[in-house]
């Protein structure tokens, strides 16, 4: 496989070279700024058109092959610039299951920045079982009232709209009774609770109380019950690592690490370093699959294993090498403990990979 950039992609890189370097060091990368700047910083990338570069041109993207995500996602980590906003997973849920006016009405504002977004799916006791959820909405004439309580929210606290999950056929199969929604934040029935990390960061995650919100049953996405199709498109998208922009960013921390060691590397770091190289190859053989017209289903499950295990090689190599000394390090550590319960946990990964793709216990 020749992964060389083409003319076109070579010209594209070079301004997109061009352009970060005035910006490197005006928006922060980790730690709470970088969280409540993320609106600001997802603009900029806009304007300057370099973000959905691969969506759809009619609502605001530039219907580019998916290879300029990547080399978006590995400049902007040579560059120490923060990662391009990670919106896709609900674009493509969006694009999938609502209707066209739905689309016409909502994806544009999400893709260019001007409306922020959260995703209602986790619930204090239906995690990595979706399906147990309990949030209901209730038909009341053109609209649906909400009841229930979401957790590990991104950017509840910012959010214009959620994409929400909630039971609305109670006596169908719990999979089937499940209903998706696209709800205002800004109602009467909405209490938020801000959620702060092990790493200090605030701004990240919330939780998300809904007594009596409405929605209007035009906002549903699909069909009554067909909730579950719609999560499992997200989350299938959401466990790509080609999507995260995550691969590059690995790479580039590890040979930070290794200059700091003054001798033979720890075996971490070591481990780590084959670890990234592992996926940043496996980043290529997706990519090089999606251009071929190549789609995956199950097979997000897999990518979410890979870059659970990439991500928390890399912490611990932080840890050996720098220790409780430098904040930051020590905060991507605590960082990537999360890794393997966020976007469904790593047991869930195994036993999606074992029943789906492996064929076991069938």
Known sequence: MDFRDSPEEAAFRARLRTWLADQAGKFPTSGDEYWARQGEWHQAIYSAGFFGLSWPKKYGGQDLPPV???????????????????LGYLVVGLGHHASDELCERFLPGMIDGTERWCQGFSEPG????????????????????????????????VADWCLLLART???????RGISAFIVSM??????????KMISGVTKEFGQVLFDGARVPA????????????????????????????????????????????DGPPPQDLAWAAVQSEMLRLHVRRRLSEQLDGVSHG???????????????????????????????????YMYSRAQS????TSQIQKNIIASRILGLGV
């Open 68 to 86: 300029y995500d990547v080399i978006l996602d590995e400049e902007l980590a040579v560059a120490g610039c923060p990662p391009r906003p990670s």
């Open 218 to 261: 035009s906002r549903r996405v699909g069909a009554p019950g067909e909730g579950w199709r719609v999560a499992m498109t997200v989350v299938g998208h959401e466990r790509e690592p080609s999507t995260l922009g995550f691969a590059a960013r690995y790479g580039k921390l590890v040979r930070q690490l290794a200059k700091q060691v």
């Open 186 to 195: 800004h109602q009467d029935g909405i209490e938020q609770r801000p959620l």
């Open 341 to 344: 319960v966020m976007g469904g």
């Open 126 to 157: 239906a995690g990595s079982d979706l399906a147990s959820l309990t949030t209901t909405a209730t038909r009341d004439g053109d609209e649906y009232v909400i009841h229930g309580h979401k957790v590990w929210t991104s950017y509840s606290d």
């Open 298 to 332: 199950s097979e997000g499950s897999l990518d979410k294993l890979l870059m659970t295990w990439v991500d928390q090689s890399v912490g611990h190599a932080a840890l050996a090498v720098a220790g409780s000394r430098d904040e930051e390090l020590l905060g991507s």
């Open 169 to 175: 056929e109670p006596d169908a199969p719990r999979h």
